[in-house]
């Protein structure tokens, strides 16, 4: 049997083991896939311990996206990006498809990013990615991070794809009807961490709202975006595609992704 599965901390909101091992079941693949909480600092031990048992692939998830760089080498766009959440364990490699996951949720609602002004709110794994994918799609890009050295780092990195500019976290108010798209890369509004917006209320007019968050289905954010006559993009839609590319990096298969989808919703319910 082949052993596959997620790394994280908290990692009790995942339901990405419904979705791959369906996915095996339905293809008569002999693995599992099984979720770890991996606190920070045993990251290193969570990884050579993995390939030391024969893992396959691993997906990583809050807060390792970044830190896992150190123990993996990034191929393809992860180098570009800064973050891994995908890992091929017995090479040590590590691929980003959360920006292939983000785009095609994107594209599959019919959304052209061309451009277009996005916000992307964080700038953790999940914000480095979209942030990346959008500017090398035309979308003029703009970042907010609490945390103001991190948002400017990511948005002078993305400048070497596109435009993109920071904007401080406590001044979004100043952005109100002044862009086209905006993009939850933050864990607020998941099960188990705190339950709010992650940006003001009054941005939620004449937009596309698109959280990346999951775990609840229906979170905060997309809640009040409904209310307000947004668009919105779910973040099971970027959690199924993200899932079915790394399926395809360690497998080689082309991945049931309707499959992957109905287990996942499953899961959530």
């Known amino acids: 049997m082949r052993c596959f599965g997620i790394i994280g901390y908290p990692i009790g909101h995942s339901v990405s083991p419904a979705m791959h091992n369906a996915a095996f079941r339905h293809l008569g693949i002999d693995a599992i896939y099984l979720k770890f909480e991996v606190k920070p600092e ?22 390792h996206k970044e830190e896992i760089l150190k123990f993996v080498k990034p191929v393809g766009i992860a180098k570009l990006i800064g973050a891994v959440n995908t890992v091929v364990v017995q090479k040590l490699e590590g691929y980003n498809t959360d920006a292939y996951g983000a785009m095609k ?12 002004i996005a916000l992307v709110v964080g700038a ?10 959008l500017a ?14 991190r948002g400017l780092k990511l948005a002078e990195d993305v400048r ?30 998941m099960k188990g961490f705190e ?22 289905l229906e979170t905060p954010l997309i809640k009040k975006a409904k209310e307000r006559g947004c668009k919105v993009i779910y973040g099971i839609d970027m959690l199924v595609y993200q899932g079915a590319e790394a399926f395809r990096i360690w497998t ?13 919703l499953s899961a959530l319910k």
């Open 136 to 149: 090398e799609r035309g979308a003029k890009v703009i970042v907010t991070n609490r945390t103001e050295s």
């Open 105 to 116: 949720a994107l594209e599959s609602a019919g959304v052209d990013v061309e451009g277009k």
């Open 252 to 264: 080689g298969m082309d991945p049931p992704v309707n499959v992957m989808r109905e287990a996942a």
């Open 42 to 63: 045993n990251l290193r031990d969570a990884v050579f311990g993995a390939k030391a048992l024969g893992f396959v692939g691993l997906n990583v998830t809050i807060p």
């Open 124 to 133: 953790g794994g999940a914000g480095r990615a979209i942030a990346f994918a």
């Open 195 to 216: 339950q709010k917006l992650p940006v003001p209320e009054s941005l939620l007019e004449d937009v596309v709202v698109f959280d990346t968050v999951y775990n609840p």
């Open 160 to 189: 070497k794809v596109g435009e993109c500019f920071f904007h401080p976290y406590d001044r979004l108010e100043e952005l109100k009807g002044r862009i086209d798209l905006i993009v939850n890369a933050t864990p607020l509004g």
